[in-house]
């Protein structure tokens, strides 16, 4: 028997705010029912058990005991899948043999190998749970928890909120997100409560550091089909966006609204780069939001990196220019400015339905079109075949972008500039196809011309920042000064760079392309 369930953290609003507002949606049925879950979660000294992807739990519920084991736990943009298998456990005892299905009974047996069973983690949580209900027919249990994880002497704090399904397709539970969390400051949860009692165990703490998040690679296999490849992609940006919004929002760490935009492009290189199998309505809207989305964060960013590496460079370098330094406070003083009103978008249901609706999109092929009936056999094409085609687009669009380069105007410089990332994204995307021996030499070219360009990027970016009658320092002759030191300092590294560009492009050029 397999679990779905949708999982937050409740950490903007009190259990009993969350619970008067889901009287107000007029969705559930009845009052809610309050009870108390004792959840014993067991392992072998070593770990076995989680090692395999298995968790095993005794659970107390009212006067009865019952055995679980889960497997196969898959959890992205808060949507839990899981295998579930039950039976009643007297006594509160652990009772192998009594497992139902033969075939996790053998696997269980197998992983244990005879080793003790110990208890890692105990959670002890007060639950209050409602039947909701949509018009489409589907039910869902909404769970309210409240209570600790133990792990021998140490103990956390936990407020998570579950909305599993009961009947009816996964895309009403985002349905009954919306619904519950209008308003913003919802947080996917990333761990299950046994991942949570594991973690505290081993490290004293039930959820992982939050720290602004990279793009991780995406393994893709050769044998599988455009459309399972691009939801595993897709996760991957989701993952990276969710994260790194919470980030923003809670760390002035710069690395978070840098991280956070890098989301977004590559979610929208996604869309470009799989649009054969995935085009729709539905990723069209969603493409407009993560620009819109993008362009927000962007002003942040590029304060940051204005403020805090090109000012603050020279200001290292040059400590008898004190207006250096006074220009690097003035635009620090805007940035926390910015930031504010960031976290405040972040915060706000605008955001929230982004969040929701690209969770929605990515788990429950929010890609498919009813009336387009050749969809089904392009989300069919091999990976491998759309990863050629997609890299010959991308790289045949920088070859006529890069044409007499030498004569580029800005404006055609910074097309090209777009081109290459784009071109870049799309090489990460699908580097797994392809022997590393292939794919890294013209990768590390690529990046090499990719650093000039965004030279030439940062120039413009302090131009058209630090000019103007509203620019930082505009009526201090010491600012002025600094400014126009800045400018110039920035457009001769910009240009510095950009004449061995024509050598930088050739060696890409004269690069084998890999996909090929």
């Known amino acids: 028997m397999g679990e779905i369930e949708l999982k937050f953290i409740l950490d903007e609003a009190s259990p009993s ?23 014993i979660y067991l392992d072998t000294p070593e770990h076995g058990l989680k090692k395999a992807g298995i968790a095993l739990r005794l659970r107390r519920d009212g006067r009865r005991w019952v055995q679980t084991v889960k497997t196969g736990a898959e959890l992205h943009g808060g949507l839990s899948q899981v295998g579930e298998v039950e039976n009643p456990a007297p006594g509160g005892r652990a009772c192998l043999e009594a ?52 792990a021998g002497e140490r103990s956390a704090d936990l407020r998570e909120v579950e909305i599993e399904l009961l009947e009816g397709s996964p895309a009403g539970l985002f349905e009954i997100a919306h619904v519950l969390f209008p308003d913003g400051g919802l947080r996917f949860s990333r761990l299950s409560k046994a991942a949570r009692g594991y973690l505290l165990a081993e490290e004293g703490r039930i959820d992982l550091p939050l720290a602004p998040r990279n793009a991780e690679d995406v393994a893709l296999d050769a044998a599988e089909i455009a459309e399972h490849a691009a939801r595993n992609i897709l996760r991957e940006c989701l993952d990276q966006i969710a994260t790194n919004v919470v980030v923003v929002r809670k760390l002035d760490d710069s690395e978070g609204p840098h991280q956070l935009r890098i989301g977004l492009r590559r979610l929208r290189s996604v869309f470009s780069v799989y649009a054969p199998v995935l085009e729709s309505p539905e990723m069209a809207r969603l493409n ?52 504010q009103r960031l976290r405040k978008l972040l915060a706000g249901a605008r955001v929230q339905a982004f969040l929701i609706d690209l969770a929605r999109f990515v788990e429950t092929r929010g890609w498919l079109v009813p009336q387009d009936f050749g969809q089904t056999a392009r989300l069919a094409t091999p990976v491998t075949e759309l990863a050629g085609q997609a890299l010959g687009k991308r790289w045949k669009k920088v070859g006529k972008r890069a044409r007499k380069l030498n004569t580029l105007t800005v404006e055609q410089r910074h097309k090209l500039r777009k081109e290459l990332k784009k071109l870049r994204y799309a090489v990460e995307f699908f580097a797994s196809l392809f022997a590393s021996k292939r794919v890294d030499p013209f990768l590390k070219r690529l990046k090499k011309l990719q650093t000039v360009f965004g030279d030439l990027n940062d120039a413009a970016t302090v131009k058209a920042m630090l000019t103007g009658a509203e620019a930082p320092g505009a009526g201090d002759p010491a600012a002025q000064r600094a ?24 060696d890409l050029e004269e690069t084998r392309p890999f996909w090929k």
């Not at 705010?17 to 959840?39: D, I, M, N, Y």
């Not at 942040?300 to 406070?329: K, M, W």
């Open 99 to 150: 497992i139902p299905d033969a075939s996790v009974r053998e696997e269980v047996l197998h992983r244990i190998n005879g080793d003790p069973l110990l208890p890692v983690c105990e959670t002890v949580i007060k639950r209050s749970a409602s039947e909701l209900s949509l018009e489409d027919g589907t039910r869902a249990e909404l769970a309210v928890d409240v209570g600790q994880i133990h």
């Open 483 to 506: 400014t126009g030191w800045v400018i110039g300092a920035s457009q001769t590294r910009a240009e510095h760079g950009w004449a061995g560009a024509k050598a930088l492009w050739r």
């Open 288 to 339: 407009d939001e993560a620009r819109w989305l993008g362009q927000e964060v962007g002003s942040l960013r590029d304060l940051d990196v204005v403020a805090n590496d090109i000012v603050q460079r020279e200001a290292g370098t040059h400590p008898d220019e004190p207006g250096l330094a006074a220009l690097s406070s003035t635009l620090s003083r805007q940035a926390v400015e910015v930031r």
């Open 17 to 39: 705010e969350f619970l008067a507002r889901v009287k107000a949606s007029k969705l559930a049925k009845g009052s809610p029912t309050t009870k108390t879950l004792r959840s």
